[in-house]
């Protein structure tokens, strides 16, 4: 099973700030990485697909980058509804998601 | 729009079975494979199986393997979710989410968008 690890775990930020989340994959998983955003009591939310398309309707502050078992979500002005905690995802050997990457007001 | 709608919420004891509805609206329903994801409370998120509508073909996580099974009523464009054997460790919520489709293409393995999340509580 391909282990995704998260970092960090919890990222203080305030708003205006840019922020910038880690995923690494335990072994090299192309560029077949996503990233979902979940609010509170909500399901999640695709942003990111295939390391770096935005999905439809997604804000140009989220960007995507990486490839191969390093990748970047950047946020690049955090606004108030964008503190949230945030998972990636692949799909090169059956599915499995990161433990997350919770972005507080700091 | 496309929109995912589970069935309430299910109180269940140690070793009984239980069974999640997902009706989806907007699209044409067998066209997209609908997955199953939960989450523990506090925790993150597991996969747990997919299913194409249209063939009925299904594919689950090796963890769940023979404890879940997903079924179609193509009639009423819902997808079933069933989960036997529960033990507490099974308390959790759990999502149906479609592929993703963009106007140029659909992604199997991608999501969005998701049911609202069905509370599935195991206690004795």
């Known amino acids: 099973e391909i282990v995704l690890t998260q970092s960090p775990a919890t990222l203080s930020v305030s708003p205006g700030e840019r922020a910038t989340l880690s995923c690494r994959a335990s072994?090299?998983?192309?560029?077949?990485l996503a990233w979902y955003q979940q609010k509170p009591g909500r399901a999640p939310r695709l942003l990111i697909y295939?390391?770096?398309n935005r999905a439809t309707g997604v804000p140009a502050r989220f960007s995507g980058s990486g490839s191969g078992t390093d990748f970047t979500l950047s946020i690049s002005s955090l606004e108030p509804e964008d503190f949230a905690v945030y998972y990636c995802?692949?799909?090169?050997?059956?599915?499995?998601f990161g433990g997350g990457t919770k972005v507080e007001i700091k | 729009q496309v929109q995912l709608v589970q069935s309430g919420a299910e109180v269940k004891k140690p070793g009984a079975s239980v069974r999640v509805s997902c009706k989806a609206s907007?699209?044409?329903?067998?066209?997209?494979?609908i997955n199953w994801v939960r989450q523990a409370p506090g925790q993150g998120l597991e996969w747990m199986g997919w299913?194409?509508?249209?063939?009925?073909?299904?594919g689950y996580a090796r963890k769940f393997q023979g404890r879940v099974s997903l079924t179609t009523n193509a009639s009423i464009s819902t997808v079933f979710m069933e989960l036997r054997s529960l033990t507490s460790e099974d308390t959790a919520i759990y999502f149906c989410?479609?592929?993703?489709?963009?106007?140029?293409?659909?992604?199997?393995?991608?999501?969005?968008?998701w049911g609202q999340g069905t509370l599935v509580t195991v206690s004795s």
């Open positions: 989410a479609r592929s993703y489709c963009n106007p140029d293409s659909c992604y199997t393995d991608w999501f969005d968008p």
């Open positions: 907007g699209y044409t329903f067998p066209s997209r494979d």
């Open positions: 299913i194409n509508p249209q063939s009925g073909n299904t």
């Open positions: 072994q090299s998983i192309s560029i077949y």
């Open positions: 295939d390391a770096s």
């Open positions: 995802q692949q799909r090169t050997t059956w599915l499995t």
